[in-house]
Nanobody
Framework: QVQLVESGGGLVQPGGSLRLSCAASGFTFTWYAMRWYRQAPGKERELVAA????????NYLDSVKGRFTISRDNARNTVYLQMNSLKPEDTAVYYCNAHKPAFDYWGQGTQVTVSS
């Protein structure tokens, strides 16, 4: 059975850092690009960062470029999102997504709150 389990969310002050993890199981991890999305209250879900199945290419939402880094460890079936210099506007539920054409799997989400 497919599972994506996010962890690492929490409450952090502006300027702080968090590292999100997403542990995958139940499918062939190396066949899938991995993505992090987020959804703030009253807003649509948006793509924050993506990484190809090999890890050779990444891309980011403009507002997080230079602050967030996506990476993956294919030996551990895990994708990460390192978030630095966090801002209140980064507050959202963050979701892990595994994607290949015609297939999408989602995690349950982890809350990130940036507040003083």
């Amino acid at each position: 059975q497919v599972q994506l389990v996010e962890s690492g969310g929490g409450l952090v002050q502006p300027g702080g850092s968090l590292r999100l993890s997403c542990a995958a199981s139940g499918f062939t991890f190396t066949w899938y690009a991995m993505r992090w999305y987020r959804q703030a209250p009253g807003k649509e879900r948006e793509l924050v960062a993506a990484i190809t199945n090999t890890g050779g290419s990444t891309n980011y939402l403009d507002s997080v470029k230079g602050r967030f880094t996506i990476s993956r460890d294919n030996a551990r079936n895990t994708v990460y999102l390192q978030m630095n210099s966090l801002k209140p506007e980064d507050t959202a539920v963050y979701y892990c997504n595994a994607h290949k054409p015609a297939f999408d799997y989602w995690g349950q989400g982890t809350q990130v709150t940036v507040s003083s």
